[in-house]
Nanobody, 121 residues
Framework: QVQLVESGGGLVQPGGSLRLSCAASGFTFSTYAMSWHRQAPGKERELVAAITTIGARTNYGSTNYADSVKGRFTISRDNAKNTVYLQMNSLKPEDTAVYYC?????????WGQGTQVTVSS
């Protein structure tokens, strides 16, 4: 059964940090490109960060970030743990959203159910 489960969201003050995790199961994780997306109230879902991989046994890959998070967020993956991470630093109120992870390989696409991140003070 293909599944992505996000965790690590919560309430944080502006300027604080959170680390999101997305655990994958039911497919060959290392062969999938992974990404994080977010959707704030009243807004469309947007791409936050993405990471590819080269080969089935590597954690390396190219990364892309939305302009709004460059320099603050870092996406990474650990293929041995079937997990992708999003380290979020210097959080701003406008980062408040539900964060979703996604796995992509050719025509296959899997979405997680999301984790809430709230930046408030």
């Amino acid at each position: 059964q293909v599944q992505l489960v996000e965790s690590g969201g919560g309430l944080v003050q502006p300027g604080g940090s959170l680390r999101l995790s997305c655990a994958a199961s039911g497919f060959t994780f290392s062969t999938y490109a992974m990404s994080w997306h977010r959707q704030a109230p009243g807004k469309e879902r947007e791409l936050v960060a993405a990471i590819t991989t080269i080969g089935a046994r590597t954690n390396y890959g190219s990364t892309n970030y939305a302009d709004s998070v460059k320099g603050r967020f870092t996406i990474s993956r650990d293929n041995a743990k079937n997990t992708v991470y999003l380290q979020m630093n210097s959080l701003k109120p406008e980062d408040t959203a539900v964060y979703y992870c996604r796995a992509d390989r050719f025509a296959d696409r899997v979405w997680g159910q999301g984790t809430q991140v709230t930046v408030s003070s």
